[in-house]
């Protein structure tokens, strides 16, 4: 089956601008966790949505929001980028909290110039 | 709360054994174990869970000692394909995120 589609793959931005990025997750899973993967700092959790709803929300400003749709596909915005907004944006879904693992999309690419 | 791992990067000659440990300051729901190779995405090894038994295939194998809040990853025999960077993913409760280690970085030589 498909797995965790994310688009666009790269992305370069000027500061100042905002970004929207796009996770489809796994056909049936319902969860999408977003993560911020950055060399110094690994993976971050952004935020996570389950049925539209947002469950958790990471220690990020407030110009970090998201959303999730009817058919679980996920959008997370960045708006008034800085260039420590330079990252890669990971997607997660999953079936199911605690019995399973979740499988990461590719990633976005996200520059900041 | 982000779980701490150890060592931060670890050489290793092929057949050689290895252990990553991963430990919180808080009570664990659930541990998870992921594998990322240079410009990949994070892959899933193994979960494992509050009460449940140390899990894993022969050669990568994982523990959790729930009362010191700790896990750790074994990779026994340790082949090429092992090289990667290992993340520990810890949930307090079934509500809580997964949040995620900063890595150890394995690199195994011929």
């Known amino acids: 089956k498909a797995g965790v589609t994310q688009t666009p793959r790269y992305l370069i931005k000027t500061r100042g601008q905002q970004v929207t990025l796009s996770c489809s997750p796994i056909?049936?899973?319902?969860?999408v966790s977003w993560y911020q993967q950055t060399p110094g700092q690994g993976l971050q959790f952004l935020f996570e949505?389950?049925?539209?709803?947002?469950?958790n929300k990471g220690n990020f400003p407030g110009r970090f929001s998201g959303r999730q749709f009817s058919n679980s596909r996920s959008e997370m915005n960045v708006s008034t980028l800085e260039l420590g907004d330079s990252a890669l944006y990971l997607c997660?879904?999953?079936?199911?909290?605690?019995?399973?693992?979740?499988?990461f999309g590719s990633g976005t690419r996200l520059t900041v110039v | 709360q982000q779980p701490v791992q150890s060592p931060q990067a670890v050489i290793l000659r092929e057949g050689e054994d290895a252990v990553i440990n991963c430990s919180s300051s808080?009570?664990?729901?659930?541990v998870h174990w992921y594998r990322q190779k240079h410009g990949e995405a994070p892959v899933f090894l193994m979960i494992?869970?509050?009460?449940?038994e140390q899990k894993g295939h022969e050669k990568i194998s994982a523990s959790f000692n729930e009362k010191k809040q700790q896990s750790s990853l074994y990779l026994t025999a340790s082949q090429l394909s092992y090289s990667g960077t290992y993340f520990c993913?810890?949930?307090?409760?079934?509500?809580?995120?997964?949040?995620f280690g900063k890595g150890t970085r394995l690199s195994v030589i011929a």
């Open positions: 997660a879904s999953s079936s199911s909290r605690g019995n399973y693992g979740y499988t």
């Open positions: 056909s049936g899973h319902r969860s």
């Open positions: 949505y389950f049925s539209e709803t947002q469950r």
């Open positions: 808080k009570a664990l729901y659930s």
């Open positions: 494992l869970l509050k009460g449940g």
């Open positions: 993913g810890t949930e307090n409760s079934g509500n809580t995120p997964l949040v």
